[in-house]
Nanobody, 126 residues
Framework: QVQVVESGGGLVQAGGSLRLSCAAS????????VGWFRQAPGKEREFVAR????????YYADSVKGRFTLSRDNAKNKVYLQMNSLKPENTAVYYC???????????????????WGQGTQVTVSS
């Protein structure tokens, strides 16, 4: 069983930055693509970004392109989501999820991810 833990959330003013981390147990972390999703109160969970096994391929939701950046350090079993120029509408619980398939057309769909963390709260004040 793979354990996934997010960290780095918090309260930030609009225009500020946060870096979220996703840590996972297991020696095969490098064989999982990692996705980030978020869920705001009263809304459905939505795709934010995804990074491939090696980190060479990334995908971003249109709403975060140019502001959010994914990176990973497989030696540390961690993925990082750098979030800049944050907006109040970015307030949500952010979830990290692992997908054993590196290449997948439906990468923005939550059901394709096998392991999920408990989420970390990000609150952006205006």
């Amino acid at each position: 069983q793979v354990q996934v833990v997010e960290s780095g959330g918090g309260l930030v003013q609009a225009g500020g930055s946060l870096r979220l981390s996703c840590a996972a147990s297991g020696r095969t972390f490098g064989r999982y693509a990692v996705g980030w999703f978020r869920q705001a109160p009263g809304k459905e969970r939505e795709f934010v970004a995804r990074i491939s096994w090696s980190g060479g391929i990334t995908y971003y939701a249109d709403s975060v392109k140019g502001r959010f950046t994914l990176s990973r350090d497989n030696a540390k079993n961690k993925v990082y989501l750098q979030m800049n120029s944050l907006k109040p509408e970015n307030t949500a619980v952010y979830y990290c999820a692992l997908d054993p398939n590196n290449y997948r057309l439906g990468y923005s769909e939550a059901p394709v991810y096998d392991y999920w963390g408990q989420g970390t709260q990000v609150t952006v004040s205006s």
